[in-house]
């Protein structure tokens, strides 16, 4: 069964700075990696995604992968007020007929200006 | 572009009552997904659908029940509320065609007496 964990639990960044988030998954037969962010009494929304060894970057917001190690992460770059919310990993192995998740327990980033 | 509803947006009910909560969604998506949220936690999938008519168990579905009769709705019975599953649901719901990425319903937060 697979185990998704998150690291660190909450993140204080101030703003402008680099904020790092981390995910580890226990199934190397793992195919596909997402970061959701939700924002406080909102609904979870697909950030980023990727599916293969190395990085992605989408504006202000980078994605690692190391399949090898078990590990993700998310950088975001500037990190803005906005930003502060629940960010949630999450890691499929299904891949094809259904898009079955499995989510870590989060981390809750404060951005203070 | 599509939305997902969920309804009630709050249930309230009594310890040992049954309790159902409802989703819908204008996406034309194949799959859907009903999750639990603790305060501030992770989601942990309940059950989940691939297609009209089919049910897939999660890693909570003791003491949940699912239905999916028609692609565009999906519904979760809670068999007999109780006061530690007091949490957020959350309907979700994914095409293989945009890689499974799932996109959430606003949640129906369930209180019990």
């Known amino acids: 069964q697979q185990n998704v964990q998150q690291s660190p639990e909450s993140l204080i960044v101030p703003e402008g700075a680099r904020t790092s988030l981390n995910c580890t998954f226990s199934?190397?037969?793992?195919?596909y990696f997402w970061w959701y962010r939700q924002h406080s009494g909102k609904a979870p929304k697909a950030l980023m995604?990727?599916?293969?060894?190395g990085e992605k970057e989408e504006g202000r917001f980078t994605i690692h992968l190391n399949k090898a190690s078990l590990h993700f992460s998310l950088h975001i770059r500037d990190s803005q007020p906005s930003d502060s919310a629940l960010y949630l990993c999450?890691?499929?192995?299904?891949?094809?007929?259904?898009?079955?998740?499995?989510f870590g327990e989060g981390t809750q980033v404060t951005v203070i200006s | 572009g599509g939305i997902i509803t969920q309804t009630p947006k709050f249930l309230i009910g009594q310890e040992g009552q049954k309790l159902t909560l409802k989703c819908q969604q204008n996406?034309?998506?194949?799959?859907m997904y009903w999750y639990r949220q603790d305060s501030g936690k992770g989601l942990r999938l309940i059950y989940y659908s691939i297609t009209e008519n089919d049910l897939q168990k999660g890693d909570l579905s003791e003491g949940y029940d699912a239905s999916r009769e028609k692609k565009s709705s999906f519904s979760l019975t809670v068999t007999s509320a109780q006061k530690n599953e007091m949490a957020v649901f959350l309907c979700a719901s994914s095409d293989r065609d945009r890689g499974h990425e799932q996109y959430f319903g606003p949640g129906t937060r369930l209180t019990v007496l």
């Open positions: 999450a890691v499929s192995n299904t891949g094809g007929l259904s898009g079955k998740l499995t």
């Open positions: 199934d190397s037969a793992s195919q």
């Open positions: 996406f034309n998506h194949d799959t």
């Open positions: 995604s990727i599916f293969s060894n």
